[in-house]
């Protein structure tokens, strides 16, 4: 009795074994895949939840990216890392799983960012760069009128900061579509932060001119900004640059030289524009840099403002304005003091004009 149950087990495990391999062979799945199977969650549960070397359950970034809010039937304009990928949010990564349609300035950029981050894009990409994005906003404002979500990527940074998407911005606003944002890295407010010059109060001018005769002229008219002032610049151009800030702006002015900002050869030179301007001789930088500027004091501010004119200059103008284009005297006396602020910014009394007017003629 007990040889005929070792045969049956024998034969039955010699079954179990030849059922496995067929179902395997037939590209099935063999009984512990199966239960495998039975414990994982389906494509459509793991959208949005999958991280190369990541994986958590129910905590970390992976719970960050699963309860992310994707609103549907809006715009999205979002900010892509600008030089080390883990700076890229859950917020980020749940839009680039689950958006239906990504507008990418450079999708090979896009997909090699997805790529890093272990993401799949799953919705339509197209390309929406700066000589596009005018003709394509309303198409894609039509996708979000259906209840698309569409995201707006620039290759790093936030878009419209130097980038493409304040047209389809302007164009959601004018149809009445909402638009959002997913906030994220800046090399503006980066660099801000890391220069030690004041942040209450600053301006951002983007890239400096190209040619140089442009280039100082457009210095000139910021040597009386009181604000700190950051530029955008390019390795090929910061020699001259830097040959004009000094020379626009004096050596003794306060600034910032931020490079490759978030990468691992990230730099930060301080100093006066003078010492900085023989860094850059001595140093050559490489990378995308951008530079951050001092505001005049009031003593530079004063010696760059323009001349004021008295209220007796402004009633001689307004004198000869009014012969020359056959105008009432009062409507003269508004075109001339609109155009000849005072020092400050702000506009000389037109009733104390008028009265220098009034005192000219008798």
């Known amino acids: 009795m007990e040889r005929m149950n070792e045969t049956l087990d024998l034969k039955l495990n010699e079954l179990s074994a030849n059922t496995a391999e067929v179902t395997g062979t037939a590209g099935m799945v063999n009984t512990a895949e199966m239960a495998e199977m039975a414990e994982s969650p389906t494509a459509a549960e793991r959208s949005g939840t999958e991280r190369s070397g990541t994986e958590q359950s129910g905590t970390g970034l992976d719970a960050l990216v699963r309860g992310t809010d994707v609103p549907q039937g809006t715009v999205v304009m979002a900010a892509t ?7 890229a949010s859950a917020r980020l990564i749940a839009l680039l799983e689950r958006a239906d349609i ?13 790529n890093r981050l272990g993401v799949h894009v799953n919705g339509r990409v197209v390309a929406y760069h700066d000589h596009n994005e005018r003709d394509k906003s309303d198409g894609l404002l039509d996708q979000v009128e259906t209840g698309a979500t569409v995201l707006v990527v620039s290759d790093a940074g936030m878009p419209t900061i130097n980038d493409p998407g304040l047209a389809i911005v302007r164009r959601a606003i004018e149809r009445g579509l909402p638009v959002t944002c997913a906030p994220g890295p800046s090399a503006v407010l980066d660099a801000l932060c890391l220069s030690g010059l004041p942040t209450d109060r600053f301006c951002y001018e ?15 008219t910021l040597r009386s900004e009181r604000r700190t002032i950051v530029f ?22 306060k600034m910032a030289l931020c490079r490759e900002l978030t990468k691992d050869f990230e730099q930060i030179r301080r100093g006066t524009i003078a010492q900085i301007r023989q860094s850059v001789i001595n140093e050559p930088p490489r990378g995308e840099m951008v530079l951050v500027v001092a505001g005049a004091s009031e003593e530079e501010a004063d010696a760059a403002a323009p001349a004021s004119l008295s209220v007796e200059d402004l009633a001689v103008l307004s004198i000869d304005r009014a012969q020359e284009d056959n105008l009432r005297i009062k409507d003269a006396i508004s075109q001339v003091v609109a155009e000849h602020p005072l020092a400050d910014g702000s506009l000389a009394n037109r009733k104390q004009v008028y009265n220098a007017v009034l005192a000219m003629k008798q």
């Open 81 to 87: 890392p600008i030089g080390n990928t883990a700076d």
């Open 232 to 253: 955008y610049e390019t390795l090929h151009r910061i020699d001259d640059s830097m040959a004009d800030l000094l020379d626009v702006f004096g050596p003794n002015r």
């Open 102 to 114: 990504v507008a990418a300035e450079d999708t090979r950029r896009l997909y090699a960012l997805a």
């Open 206 to 220: 983007g890239f400096l001119p190209r040619k140089h005769s442009e280039r100082v002229q457009y210095l000139r």
